[in-house]
């Protein structure tokens, strides 16, 4: 139950799926208590560090994004933000060259096979914790979240949309990097084609592709000539998102996280109630015992809780 970070520099080449521009990303270690930090370097030559928690982040809906007081941002963060959440990866640095992290396949995998095969190294800091007290609840235009008191980090999603591909889905299990791994990394981002036209003309979606998105003709059907990963790739993708959205809380939760008809807006405004309530969480170490220097620990925390008490 220890801090961690990757254990060799990572790099990633891709575009971003709004911008449809180059990308180019490293993933660098970072000391203990530095949590998930972007750098973005400017086309002037100038470099901004921007953590990756929720009070640096804005609500929005198409994606994740995080800035700083100046209007630098970087969008499209959340499936880095679960392949490094899920994995273990508590301190890291992301020196990234634009203002959009690359899409690559559209979900976390790309990311979670290189952690993994790159490894990750123990740190001599404990970990800290938030854990769940009592239940926290937002509503927004029909859709609901809810945090909960649980025993581990536990994700419960359900999605409901008015077409055939998709209807009424669900996905409940306990975070583990394997299960992550194997359920929900190469789930990927999906929508609709008769949303292409307006995405396009509003700026967005400008690198979107069958490579990286699973598209949903006007009459309910698959786009892509390979069909689905899994039969509830939908669902799947938004349970996705929630891990990535919950990792700007500044610490893994120990609690249930649940939410029907969410998305990245929903996650955001429940993750802001919990952590501006001091009543509904507690920061805690969990007993450890002390091994040597590990790769691939299950567990991860980032950063100090955005809302919450300062832990560096």
Not at 51 to 62: F, K, M, S
Not at 223 to 252: C, I, M, S, T
Request: negative net charge; contains cysteine; aromatic residues 8%.
């Amino acid at each position: 139950m220890y801090q961690q970070t990757i254990a060799a520099k990572i790099t990633f080449d891709g575009v971003g799926v709004h911008s449809g521009m180059p990308v180019s990303l490293n993933l660098i270690p970072a000391d203990a208590d530095t949590g998930i930090v972007f750098r973005r370097r400017l086309d002037d030559g100038a470099v901004r560090d921007i953590q990756a928690i929720a009070t640096n982040a804005p609500l929005g809906d198409l994606s994740t994004m995080i800035g700083d007081n100046d209007g630098v941002m970087i969008a499209t963060i959340e499936h880095l933000m679960a392949a490094l959440y899920a994995a273990g990866v508590d301190n890291a640095v992301v020196e990234i060259n634009a203002g959009e992290t690359p899409i690559m396949d559209g979900c976390s995998a790309i990311f979670t096979s290189a952690i993994d095969e790159t490894g990750l190294v123990s740190q001599p800091v404990k970990r800290r914790y938030i854990k769940i007290l009592k239940r926290v609840t937002v509503e927004h235009n029909g859709a609901r979240a809810e945090y909960r008191p649980y025993n581990t980090t536990r994700f419960e999603v359900e999605i409901e949309y008015d077409c055939d591909a998709i209807g009424r889905q669900s996905y409940a299990a306990d975070l583990t990097p394997d299960r992550f791994k194997r359920d929900l990394a190469r789930a990927r981002t999906f929508g609709f084609m008769k949303d292409v036209e307006r995405l396009w003309a509003a700026g967005y979606a400008l690198g979107s592709s069958l490579e990286n998105s699973v598209v949903i003709d006007v009459d309910g059907g698959i786009v892509n000539p390979d069909g689905l990963r899994y039969e509830d790739e939908f669902v799947r993708h938004k349970a996705l998102d929630a891990v990535g959205d919950q990792a700007l809380a500044g610490a893994r939760i120990l609690g249930c996280y649940s939410s029907y008809r969410g998305g990245h807006r929903l996650n955001a405004m429940a993750l802001r109630a919990l952590l501006a309530d001091p009543t509904a969480y507690e920061i805690v170490e969990l007993p450890v015992r002390r091994v040597d220097p590990v790769r691939h620990a299950p567990l991860v925390a980032v950063a100090a809780p955005a809302y919450g008490p300062q832990m560096l």
